[in-house]
């Protein structure tokens, strides 16, 4: 039997970098949580959606319909990606297939929920658009991890390159957590302030209260 050194290197000689669907799709990977970023910070400071729909309801269901579209794209061009790549005979057992399926499910579980848990506007960016959750979201899925649609979309990524049997697909799902640690990084701090500016507002009107 050949050391896990061996066994990696024999994967990436299975992949195959001439293939230009494989940068297509890490750079869709990448694309898409940039374009997210820059939209909604920029309707965070000057309401250009809420404007040009009419509300922030109806910006934000509007964002959220493009980043969900965008989402359907770069899974079609992962797929497409992944029938341009040679497979490996170790990926291509039982015991992979079982494991992708499991890991797809696992991954929708968690996109789900925490999308059942958050509704829509939160899911989508609602605080860059004024819509805050009256308070934090604990509860299942959000009690085992702090981004559960994340971690659950990295999962179903590592799912679908097990079920394809293609080692490109588990350099691709490296990328997708990497390009999601960077995100998490760049959005949790200003959710925060958004949610820290809105604490003291509202400590700042109960005090005015009591004043009176
Ligand atoms: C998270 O919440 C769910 C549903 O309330 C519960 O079944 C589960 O045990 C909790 N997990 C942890 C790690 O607390």
Redesign the pocket.
């Known amino acids: 039997m050949s050391s896990a050194a061996e066994i990696v290197t024999d994967l990436v000689k299975h992949i195959d970098f001439d293939k230009r669907s494989l940068l297509i799709s890490a750079s869709a990977i990448a694309f898409n949580p940039t374009f997210w970023n820059i939209v909604a910070r920029r309707e965070y400071r000057t309401r250009f959606l809420s404007r040009a729909f009419g509300g922030a309801q109806t910006g934000c269901y509007a964002l959220a319909i493009t980043i969900f579209s965008l989402g359907l794209f770069r899974d079609f061009l992962y797929e497409r990606a992944l029938r341009d790549q040679p497979s490996h005979p170790l990926l291509e057992g039982e015991i992979p297939t079982y494991a992708g399926y499991a890991l797809l499910a696992l991954g929708n579980i968690l996109v789900i929920s925490s999308t059942w848990q958050l509704g829509i506007t939160g899911t989508f960016l609602g605080d860059y658009f004024g819509i805050l959750m009256d308070s934090m979201v604990t509860?299942?899925p959000f009690?085992?991890t702090n981004a559960p649609m994340y971690y659950g979309s990295t999962m179903s990524f590592l799912g679908t390159a097990l079920l394809y049997g293609k080692p490109a697909g588990i350099l691709i799902t490296g990328w997708v957590l990497v390009v999601y640690l960077v995100a998490i990084q760049f959005e949790n701090p200003f959710t925060s302030g958004i949610y820290a500016k809105r604490e003291k507002e509202r400590a700042k009107a109960k005090g005015g209260k009591k004043e009176l």
Do not use: Q
């Open positions: 509860g299942f009690n085992i």
